[in-house]
């Protein structure tokens, strides 16, 4: 449940706000909540982690390891889209989605 | 044979991206560096080629990366469907990369960014499970913004942070559509999943296998640009640079497309057939209108890089025995003529340094050879004969024969024929009093005059658009080899009289379109069809559109 909102908030934060800087936070977000989910399905089968060694009662190994691999992924692309953030503020002056595509598009014509 | 030779598809091109960086290093060797790793890809044509006969008999080769056997470990597969893909990838990268070498803007980062992306792409196509094309799209994705946004024009920036915004998010709906999968089946590997859905009646028709399914179709679909999420396409394959505006529309959104016919056939999703029917129909004729409206070069063939992946999805979705054929047909031909077309056009915009194609014209006096392969390019996409366009829209009839949305096809081509009428005035010499007017405007950038490399790689491509139309049915059914394992049983008499007249009426009614488009009225239509290019906000809300229509079909089925 609190997952389920946590991936709705960040999902209405990339739709809604113009700002774009907190529409990265929003992927941020929404990238969270898919995470916790792959993590919190897992650990229901077990309680201890699943360390070599210990085969009894351990959490279903899989879903961390496919959610490091998301991690590591969703930084990527944090760090990138901040980058494009950082010069589209360089080039407009300003945050605001919808300034910016007027601007561009001025510029176009 | 050893298995393990598949693993060197994807290390070659791995090892070029190194090489590349080293070219960052030393920068007076970066040329050296770049060529290196260019031609890094005789690797995989190598493997490829060893495996071409056995892969042609059915045989499939699979090769756990790691030592991890299939349900938990990463494997690599090669089947028909995936040798036919790489194929195209190492047929068409390495000739926009040569284009890219000759042409001595761009420098080591460049050639990087390009192996990284091929490595994604031959991921995604030899991957025998799903998490592991999850992080082939995530390789293609971070690739891909960097390239558009690689000249650092302003609308270069927005148009890479739009795609970025929307893919990631379709990708969230990807990694989702993961997680149901996970969830009821327990495994990820694309064969195991298959099997399971096929041999147990009962796990295969609850709500959140279906829901997976639409959840992955949208995921990759927003990468393929079909309706609702084609809104990032034009602006992207407009503004980045010109090689990669090929690649991107010649290779990439293929490569995506190839990916979800896997998923949907392997998924059993035939139910979706009839909707991705219409919805291939709607694209192609909606994005030619949005072509017809332009006047940015660029733009214009970016529409139609839309408007033709509707016609490949509209024949897959037809789903007669002959439609996939004709689908991998279509996408192999228009990967050539798009390609080709892109270089050209770039090159002109580059020459004459403006983008609008009233103020570009007479550039065949320039650089005629240039223009010659425009043309090829032009009339393979017109569907005229013999160029391989005419071929594979043969096909295309045969498999879509009986459909009702074959009707929005053929709209589609006659108003593509009106739009290229339209496109070709940059190349075609103008009438005399606007020649002189222009020849005083038109001051060449000689930064972009083509040299030798890119007209041997204009050349290449225009020969094979040529040859793939005169020996298209030989190639459809190596094709048919290729994804069935068995010889195309009825083959098409392709130069026949009625065949060829049959594309006159088509040449006409685009003749007489492009001068409706030109009347003033026409010219009023266009300029508000152009200002309807989506923001932000609604390029959202077109997504949610596509994801609740793809949620409620596997809802309904």
Redesign the interface.
């Known amino acids: 449940m609190l997952i389920g909102t946590i991936f709705l908030v960040g999902l209405w934060g990339i739709m809604n706000k113009a700002n774009i800087f907190k529409k990265v936070i929003a992927l941020s977000i929404a990238n969270s909540g898919i995470i916790l989910l792959f993590i919190y399905y897992g650990s229901i089968s077990g309680e201890t982690a699943p360390i070599e060694g210990t085969l009894k009662n351990m959490v279903d190994p899989l879903p961390q390891a496919l959610m490091l691999t998301t991690i590591v992924v969703g930084i990527c692309v944090i760090a990138l889209s901040l980058v494009l953030v950082y010069r589209l503020y360089v080039e407009f002056k300003t945050l605001d989605i919808r300034v910016i595509e007027k601007k561009a598009r001025k510029l176009h014509e | 044979m050893n298995e393990s030779i598949i693993i060197w598809i994807l290390l070659f091109p791995l090892f070029g991206a190194a090489a590349a960086l080293f070219g960052k290093i030393f920068k007076v060797a970066e040329r050296f560096f770049s060529l290196v790793s260019v031609f890094s890809f005789t690797g995989p044509v190598i493997v490829l080629a060893q495996l071409c006969l056995p892969v042609m008999e059915g045989k499939v080769f699979s090769y756990a990366l790691g030592g991890w056997p299939a349900p938990?470990g990463i494997n690599l597969m090669v089947d028909g469907f995936a040798w036919v893909s790489s194929a195209l990838i190492s047929l068409l990268i390495p000739l926009i990369a040569l284009f890219a070498l000759g042409n001595r803007k761009y420098g080591a980062q460049f050639f990087f960014c390009v192996m990284l992306l091929t490595t994604g792409m031959y991921c995604v196509v030899l991957t025998g499970d799903l998490?592991t094309m999850?992080?082939g799209f995530?390789i293609i994705?971070?690739s891909v913004?960097?390239l558009i946004?690689y000249e650092?024009t302003?609308?270069g920036?927005?148009a890479?942070?739009k795609y970025?915004?929307l893919s990631?998010?379709g990708i969230?709906f990807f990694?989702?559509g993961i997680?149901l999968i996970?969830?009821e089946l327990g495994v990820l590997s694309i064969p195991d999943i298959s099997i399971l859905l096929k041999s147990e009646g009962g796990i295969r028709n609850t709500y959140s296998i279906h829901l997976a399914l639409a959840f992955l179709c949208v995921g990759i679909s927003v990468r393929t640009a079909f309706i609702p999420f084609h809104t990032w396409l034009p602006e992207a394959h407009a503004y980045a640079p010109h090689p990669v505006s090929a690649l991107l529309s010649g290779v990439l959104i293929k490569i995506s497309f190839f990916a979800l016919v896997r998923i949907v056939l392997q998924f059993g999703g035939t139910y979706m057939s009839e909707f991705l029917l219409w919805v291939g129909g709607l694209t192609a004729i909606s994005a030619v209108i949005g072509a017809l409206s332009q006047s940015d070069a660029k733009r214009l063939l970016a529409y139609h890089s839309i408007s033709q992946m509707g016609y490949i999805l509209a024949v897959f979705g037809a789903g007669s025995p002959i439609a996939l054929t004709a689908s991998f047909f279509h996408a192999f031909n228009h990967a050539l003529f798009k390609s080709l077309l892109f270089l050209t056009v770039g090159t002109a915009v580059g020459v004459s340094g403006f983008r609008n194609i009233y103020k570009i014209s007479s550039l065949w006096h320039k650089i005629p050879f240039f223009g010659l392969s425009f043309f090829i390019g032009a009339l393979s996409i017109c569907g005229i004969p013999p160029f391989n366009g005419f071929a594979s829209k043969v096909y295309i009839t045969s498999g879509m024969a009986g459909s009702p949305a074959y009707g929005l096809l053929w709209i589609t081509s006659f108003l593509t024929i009106a739009s290229f009428v339209k496109l070709s005035r940059i190349y075609l010499p103008g009438n005399r009093a606007e020649q002189g007017r222009s020849q005083r405007i038109l001051t060449l950038v000689s930064e972009y005059l083509p040299g030798k490399v890119e007209t041997i790689v204009v050349g290449v491509l225009a020969f094979l658009c040529l040859g793939s139309g005169i020996f298209g049915v030989q190639i459809a059914g190596f094709l048919h080899q290729m994804l069935y394992h068995s010889a195309l049983n009825y083959t098409l008499p392709l130069f026949r009289v009625e065949k060829l007249l049959s594309v006159l009426p088509a040449i006409l009614l685009g003749i007489a379109a492009f001068r409706i488009v030109t009347s003033s009225r026409g010219k009023a239509i266009s300029s508000w069809i152009k200002a309807l290019s989506p923001?932000?906000?609604s390029v959202?809300?077109l997504f949610?559109i596509g994801l609740l229509s793809f949620a409620s079909i596997a809802y309904l089925r």
């Open positions: 938990y998490f999850f992080v995530e994705a971070i913004y960097i946004a650092g302003s609308i920036l927005i890479s942070f970025l915004i990631t998010t969230f990694l989702f997680f996970y969830r923001d932000m906000h959202m809300i949610f």
